[in-house]
Nanobody, 115 residues
Framework: QVQLVESGGGLVQPGGSLRLSCAAS????????MGWYRQSPGKQRELVAS???????RYADSVKDRFTISIDNAKNMVYLRMNSLKPEDTAVYYC?????????WGLGTQVTVSS
C-alpha cells in the first residue's frame, strides 16, 4: 500500500515561482516512476513531468525550460520546481506513482497564477 500527499500549492503572481512537494509513504523499493499531473476546469488531466527512480525525466512541451522535476530516493519524495509561471498553469496538481504494476494518486494541491 502506497500513499501520496502533495503540498506547496498556493497563489502566485505571473512570472513567480512555486515548489511542489509530494511525500510517498508505505513500502517503496525497487523501480518506480513518479510524476506530476494537472487538471483545470473543463480540461482533461495531463502529464506535466515524470521521473523514474533511476533519474530519467520527461516534460510536457508547455512546461519545458520552466519546470524541473526532481526526486529524493532516501526520503521518498518528489518535487516540482515551477518558474516563470503563467495564468494558464493554474490547475490542481496531482502527484502520481507507478509501482508494483499499479497507479497511486494524491488528492492534489491547487496552484493559482493570477495578478
Amino acid at each position: 500500500q502506497v500513499q501520496l500527499v502533495e503540498s506547496g500549492g498556493g497563489l502566485v503572481q505571473p512570472g513567480g515561482s512555486l515548489r511542489l512537494s509530494c511525500a510517498a509513504s508505505g513500502s517503496i523499493f525497487g523501480g518506480y516512476i513518479m510524476g506530476w499531473y494537472r487538471q483545470s476546469p473543463g480540461k482533461q488531466r495531463e502529464l506535466v513531468a515524470s521521473i523514474s527512480s533511476g533519474g530519467d525525466t520527461r516534460y510536457a512541451d508547455s512546461v519545458k525550460d520552466r519546470f524541473t522535476i526532481s526526486i529524493d530516493n532516501a526520503k521518498n519524495m518528489v518535487y516540482l520546481r515551477m518558474n516563470s509561471l503563467k495564468p494558464e498553469d493554474t490547475a490542481v496538481y496531482y502527484c502520481n506513482i507507478y509501482i508494483y504494476y499499479r497507479d497511486y494518486w494524491g488528492l492534489g494541491t491547487q496552484v493559482t497564477v493570477s495578478s
